[in-house]
């Protein structure tokens, strides 16, 4: 476990644009069961977390399409939760970061740590806008 000032503005990243954070599986469950379409990212303190992934996250939200739902799990620090969130991306194998899309309970749509390490933001956010403007 990460102490919690050490992951407070990692979280803040997305806390401030509106994601919601899910701390229990009994949360992942409740926001999982919601209609519509449902943002899930895996956060972590890895540095392409900082760089990629996050602010990929907040760019893609400036598109005229987006998910209904934007909801966050804290890998290495809210364990049940990411292992509940996870257990809903199968096939995909747990990855942090990583981000999922999913339509009514169904995953759509998945960006593994491979497709997010080493590429640009902006490169991200375009993957989600691409997804958001299919699904949304």
Known sequence: MYPAELVKPMREDLTNVGFQELH????????????????VV??????????????GARISLQNSKVPDNLVTVFAGVDREATDKARDMMVPFPPSSP???????GELVHMLERHHIEGRPAEMISENLVSAY????
Request: glycine residues 4%; charged residues 20%; contains cysteine.
């Open 42 to 55: 895996v956060n972590s303190v890895c540095g392409c977390a900082a760089a990629n992934a996050r602010p």
């Open 98 to 104: 990583s981000m999922a899309l999913f339509k009514d």
């Open 24 to 39: 229990t599986v009994a949360d992942v469950e409740e926001a999982m069961a919601k209609k519509g379409t449902t943002l």
């Open 133 to 136: 403007n299919e699904y949304c």
